[in-house]
């Protein structure tokens, strides 16, 4: 979001699966007794191995403007192909898990094309170069993903379930985070496919920044500001381990 000396929110994430950008501060640890989940313990990593092919899998992260101003700012697209890990698919699918890591530093903000292929006027081709670089700056800085730091965001699962009223192949994954050295859960919605080596895993959802213990930016008093809720795609790809 174009604003004084500051700029978006991510993948954060997810994500973005994220982390999630400039235009964010992060937010105080919860305190005693407050945690987001009570569990966060990871599955036991099970089954057969998949690991992720990075250049054919694409986290994205839509954030929003919002506020009276908000025509003063910009709709921001983040992403990366920068997924690594490995996905373990025992007999039972409910038996699933996975453990990933995002290099944050491969975040890419308004990428020109991934702005196109939105087709949306929330998404127009015009961000200046200045405006992309000054976001990625501040998403990358010590307030928001520390990526000096913490160059890693990681996602473990907690467990699977079925989705309720889906198709048999729709998934809850429960997914114990960790972003700026902060552990939290989250659940996502994804969808699966095995063909042959393969799983592609998929998924859109909506999620809060806040949900990610991050704080949307606001200035002047609320009348500019980023929208909590984000949008998270995801498409993983991920091959069958050579034995």
Not at 49 to 58: C, G, K, L, N, T
Not at 153 to 172: H, K, S, W
Not at 190 to 195: A, F, G, L, P, S
């Amino acid at each position: 979001m174009r604003a004084p000396g500051k700029a978006l929110g991510v993948l954060g994430a997810i994500l973005s699966i994220a982390g999630l950008g400039g235009c964010m501060t992060r937010q105080p640890a919860p305190a005693a007794g407050q945690a987001p989940h009570a569990r966060l313990v990871p599955s036991p990593l099970l089954g057969r191995a998949f690991d992720v092919v990075p250049e054919r899998s694409v986290l994205i992260v839509l954030v929003y403007r919002a506020g009276a101003l908000a025509a003063l700012g910009h709709n921001h697209v983040v992403a990366c192909r920068c997924v690594n890990g490995t996905v373990y698919l025992p007999r039972d699918p409910l038996d699933a898990g996975f453990d990933l890591h995002i290099a944050v530093n491969q975040f890419t903000v308004d990428d020109p094309a991934l702005r196109a292929a939105e087709h949306s006027a929330d998404f127009p081709p015009d961000v200046p170069q200045s405006a992309r670089q000054g976001t990625r700056h501040n998403m990358l800085g010590a307030a928001v993903l520390g990526a000096a730091r913490y160059p890693d965001i990681t996602l473990r699962a907690e467990g699977m379930r079925r989705a309720a009223g889906g198709r048999p192949d729709d998934m809850l994954a429960d997914v114990l985070l960790q972003l700026q050295g902060q552990a939290r859960s989250i659940s996502v919605p994804v969808r699966y496919r095995i063909k042959a080596n393969e799983i592609v895993i998929t998924g859109a959802f909506p999620l809060k920044q806040t949900d990610l213990g991050l704080t949307p930016f606001t200035a002047l008093g609320g009348a500019l500001q980023v929208r909590n809720a984000i949008e998270i795609r995801l498409r993983l790809v991920a091959r069958a381990r050579v034995r």
